[in-house]
């Protein structure tokens, strides 16, 4: 069972502001899907993870300089952008 | 300084790398307009897929070989999931569980001898952005990000908590500078290519990060004042928080970040998007492209060249005055080779803040080869260097347009030597008694007269010629009477 | 509306131009939200010069839409959210370069919900599309723009994406044809990740040589996507309608409790079809499926809360008026910027791989997602096609289900396991509730798109 504290806490590391309503309902929501989740208890999986289904190993790419895009494309969707820069909020 | 305990964790750039680590931009970005050097990937565009550029990986398995870690069969690499303006992505490619190389270690001679400082882990990952802040970091209203920076090939070397002092601190990454140098995948001369956390504790308080520092001697200075700042706080009765300090190199001081550091949790998880790399089957290769690194080189040349480990401890802090020093050495004496460049050579550079790129080999090897040969005086030698370093010039065009050549045949400087004992009956009196004042008078007075042209050695002969020839004569002149 | 029957337009005098005209006018004037960015003016551009200078390529002046989750140079990209309002893409999916390349006529970016987490295309912030079939209902999802679009004949091909269901499930609610590659098998350069491990981008037709079609077009190794690799063959030129050596298993396990009646009956049906054309059957078993769900949906999600970390508002996308410190600029972004559903993920995905949770989701998942993979791997040594319904109901209705999220998981539960194992599928209508179209899936091995197709083609043929 998760608390509306954990959410919070989810809040805070996806950094997505939740009100107190959306505290409420996502604790309600996210422990019926845990609940659901409990199912992966019953397997006893001795196998290894499988992170890839290929199985794919070492694909490099050759360290050649390669055309970079523009500036103004760069910057092209920023919302906010000073001299070249991207303008970010404060840091502290 | 009693009971400090410092770990370092140290970024490098793989920057003799022409692209970054997942894209193809180029890694040539200094003195470049910000965000001209973006792509898709390195701006973390919706859609853009990273690929590893395969040289990055053999460059951290060259690192992690010299700096005898174990290098593990396989590696992968994982998201670092975290926010911060500077990271395009909100989670940076890194490296966690399965890094490329483990259990390392660096030797380090110190004041109180020599020190093993234990290397934990090496690992991969991206660098992210550059953060400009309008005035200081606590003071600045917004932030500037170029991203020029983003997703270059960064190296984390993590040590043990082994180091003692700041100034230990300092001498690891000095070694470790040189080591990377040698390796050819680093170049410490580009801006912020090096980016040092720094974790201290005094007398088993709490521990304070410091983040960020960017410069060697930056280190050294943050420890030293975070020392300071922890004793006091030790004094005055109060508990050092554990918490991460942000070092202003401008007004020398570490500032508390008073973030919710202590709550963030990075997620770790292997990078979906990219595939494990086998390492072993690479490692007996890039074994044997492995240079010299600077310990054996040092017992090299005191062994090869029957120099001195001074003098080889000074040749070798550098890979290109170690270079210079053997071109030089295959073609004069390697003692007087040492003596130059070690002593002379590269005291001359460093009160120039040059490199010794500036001078060449070859006039370094003609220079030594007159002073060989007599042709030009120690004092001379000096003089053609700093004008080389100061002017530009060939030895052989200076020394003669200073007229520092060549030197005095004996028969003139003898008879110029003569002349002074001549003129200063009084002061060759006094050298007779064995007046050592006298002596300097009279070969500064030589000096003098022949520009400082003649050998000191043919001059004091000379002179002790003369005064035996005076008691000689006093001698037989007694005998008579 | 197919591919051979627009070339026959074109052979018979109409020009491309025209004919992207009257895609647009109907578009214009459709009921479906199926598109929510219309290229019009490239699109007309591009047809015209193919009136100058003919029709080249293998798509030479065929009109396709595409799902807004992948990347389009110029025109907006948005993944249906409001997070990624105005965002227009300096660059190209590969997908995209390789529909230029062979001559189709880009019509615009069709809907999908909100970052392809949905089975009902009911949370893009376009507002839902509508089935052609039922206007009440919803078209399936996530890429419920780009079925609808192809079933109700506003283009001939489309573009979705497949992460848990998303091409197959849209296909079977709209009663047309939509593929998932095995993994790897299509470049996911340019596609906004969902759940990078386990999606691809599929295609969407009226019929299955279409499909093949464009899978020819799309498919195949590019460099800028670590797991993409090389394909062996020519799908269109493989397609055939001969499976006296098609090998079926039915696993008993897609076929359990929750499976609407005339679901059953017509995927039955559509296996007899396949026998009576010389295919042999057998009854198989993937004894994991009823984990598959619950590992779908923590690794899906997981990935999900990293892949969505980036949309903070200072490269692309939304930004809100004035900046406060960083952590309060981006939460109150993404807290303004992403939908419920899209939160609700994250926030799951946030939890399986935080501090002391990743072992018993994140990691435990995938260890089960090993079981699952070995189950297929072994069903599939002695068949070569799987056949099951593709979803366990006809479409539903708008706002039937979009309350309960649980139940709403559900419904994925015979597509995600083909995520979790990597192998292809396809889903082909073969019936109707009603008026409601029905889906079969077939499923290959790893890199047979070949057979499914095939098997696909002659039960398609068989129906007619
Ligand atoms: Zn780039």
């Known amino acids: 069972m998760i608390t509306k504290k954990t959410v919070d806490h989810l809040g805070w590391l996806a950094r997505i502001k939740l009100t107190e309503e959306d505290k409420e309902k996502f604790t309600d929501q996210l422990n019926s899907i845990l609940d659901y989740f409990e199912k992966l208890d019953e397997v006893d999986a001795d196998v290894p993870p499988t992170h890839h289904v290929l199985g794919l190993t070492n694909v490099f790419r050759d360290d050649v300089a390669g055309q970079s895009i523009s500036q103004e494309d760069a910057l092209g969707n920023a919302p906010k952008k000073e001299r070249g820069y991207f303008k970010g909020p404060r840091i502290v | ?481 | 509306m197919n591919v051979d029957g627009i070339r026959e337009m074109f052979q018979n005098g109409k020009s491309v131009e025209e004919l992207v005209h009257s895609i647009f006018d109907k578009i214009e004037h459709s009921k479906l939200n199926a598109f929510v960015t219309l290229a019009k003016e490239s699109a007309l551009e591009e047809a015209r010069r193919v009136d100058k200078h003919g029709a080249k390529g293998m798509l030479g002046g065929i009109p396709i839409g595409i799902k807004d989750s992948i990347s389009t140079k110029g025109i907006q990209t948005t993944c249906c959210s409001k997070i990624l309002e105005g965002y227009i893409p300096p660059y190209d999916a590969h997908v995209i370069e390789r529909l230029k390349a062979e001559g189709a006529i880009i019509i615009g970016k069709t809907n999908m919900d909100e970052f392809a987490m949905g089975t009902s295309t009911e949370t893009s912030c376009f507002g839902p599309t509508r089935n052609p079939w039922d206007l009440i209902r919803v078209p399936g999802g996530s890429s419920g723009g780009s079925a609808a679009a192809v079933a109700g004949g506003e283009v001939p091909l489309a573009l979705g994406s497949d992460t848990g269901g998303s091409v197959r499930c849209p296909a079977s609610f709209c009663g047309v044809v939509g593929l998932k590659p095995t993994y790897g098998l299509v470049s996911r350069y340019g596609l906004v990740a969902y759940a990078n491990s386990l999606e691809q981008i599929g295609p969407f037709a009226g019929n299955v040589k279409d499909v093949a079609l464009l899978l020819d077009v799309i498919s195949g190794y590019d460099p800028r996507d670590s797991t993409s690799v090389t394909k062996k063959c020519e799908y269109l030129k493989e397609l055939r309608e001969d499976v006296s050596d098609v090998k079926i298993g039915v696993p008993g396990e897609f076929f359990g409790e929750g499976i609407d009646e005339k679901v059953e009956k017509a995927v039955w049906g559509g296996i007899k079809a396949l026998e009576d054309r010389g295919a042999s059957y057998t009854e198989i078993s993937l004894p994991h499926t009823k984990y598959s769900l619950a590992a779908y949906y923590i690794i899906a999600m997981s990935e999900a809360s990293s892949n969505l970390a980036r949309f903070d508002g200072l490269r692309y996308g939304l930004r809100l008026g004035k900046d406060k410190d960083w952590h309060t600029t981006f939460s109150e972004i993404k807290a303004q910027g992403f939908g419920e559903e899209v939160k609700r993920r994250i926030l799951l995905g946030t939890y399986a791989l935080s501090a002391g949770y990743y072992g018993k989701y994140y990691l435990k998942a995938l260890k089960v997602r090993t079981l699952i993979k070995r189950d297929f791997e072994s069903a599939l040594k002695d068949t070569n096609v799987l056949i099951t319904p593709t979803m366990p109901f006809p479409a539903f209705k708008i706002g039937e289900k979009i309350g309960e999220p649980l139940a709403l998981y559900l419904a994925d539960v015979n597509t995600v396991p083909i995520n979790l194992a990597g192998v292809p599928s396809i889903s082909v209508p073969c019936g109707f509730a009603g008026k409601l179209p029905i889906g079969m899936q077939i499923i290959g091995r790893h890199f047979d798109e070949a057979t499914i197709l095939r098997t696909a083609y002659a039960f398609e043929r068989g129906m007619k």
Request: proline fraction near 4%.
């Open chain 2, 1 to 481: 300084m009693k009971d400090v305990i410092i770990g370092l964790e140290v970024h490098v750039q793989l920057n003799k790398l022409r692209s970054k680590l997942f894209c193809s931009c180029s890694t040539q970005y200094h003195d470049s307009e910000p965000d001209t050097h973006t792509c898709p990937v390195c701006l973390g565009l919706p859609g853009a897929l990273p690929v590893t550029n395969g040289k990055a990986v053999d460059n951290a398995i060259k690192v992690a070989l010299a700096l005898n870690c174990n290098i593990e069969e396989w590696t992968m690499f994982y998201r670092k999931n975290y926010y911060y303006p500077d990271l395009v992505k909100g989670f940076q490619i890194s490296q966690y569980d399965y890094p490329i190389a483990t259990n390392g270690s660096i030797s380090l001679e110190t004041e109180g001898g020599e020190r093993t400082i234990r290397i934990k882990r090496v690992h991969m990952e991206e660098d992210p952005g550059r953060l400009v802040h309008v005035g200081t970091i606590d003071k600045s209203k917004y932030s500037l990000i170029d991203y020029n920076r983003s997703g270059v090939a960064l190296l984390e070397v993590v040590t043990e908590p082994d180091l003692r002092t700041p100034k230990e601190a300092r001498l690891f990454l000095n070694k470790l500078k040189n080591i990377l140098e040698y390796l050819d995948v680093f170049d410490s001369s580009l801006e912020g290519s090096l980016r040092v956390d720094a974790n201290i504790s005094i007398a088993g308080g709490k521990r304070a990060e410091i983040k960020n520092i960017s410069s060697y001697k930056g280190v050294e200075k943050a420890l030293l004042f975070e020392i300071v700042r922890q004793n006091n706080l030790v004094r005055r009765g109060v508990k050092v928080v554990q918490e991460t300090r942000h070092f202003d190199e401008v007004r020398g001081i570490t500032i508390s970040l008073r973030t919710k550091e202590g709550e963030e949790d990075y997620r770790y998880f292997p990078e979906p998007d990219l595939v494990p790399i086998t390492i072993v089957d690479r490692v007996d290769d890039i074994k044997k492209t492995l240079p010299e690194l600077p310990d054996a080189k040092r017992q090299r040349f005191v062994l090869q060249y029957g120099i001195s480990d001074n003098h080889a401890k000074v040749l070798i802090s550098e890979l290109g005055l170690a270079n210079f020093f053997e071109t030089v050495a295959t073609e004069v004496d390697a003692n007087l080779s040492a003596t130059w460049i070690a002593d002379v050579l590269k005291g001359e550079l460093n009160y120039r803040d040059l490199d010794i790129s500036a001078f060449s080999p070859g006039h370094m090897v003609q220079i030594l080869q007159m002073l060989k040969k007599d042709t030009i005086t120690e004092n001379g030698a000096v003089q053609v260097i700093r004008t080389i370093l100061d002017e530009g010039g060939t030895p052989l065009d200076i020394v003669e347009r200073k007229g520092l050549q060549p030197k005095m045949g004996a028969e003139a400087s003898g008879n110029i030597t003569l002349r002074v004992i001549e003129e200063n009956p009084d002061a060759f009196q006094d050298f007779c008694k064995g007046k050592n004042e006298a002596m300097h008078f009279l070969m500064g007075q030589v000096m003098k007269e022949t520009h400082g042209t003649v050998d000191r050695s043919t001059v004091i002969e000379l002179l002790n010629k003369s005064k035996k020839e005076k008691l000689q004569n006093a001698s037989d002149n007694h005998r008579e009477a």
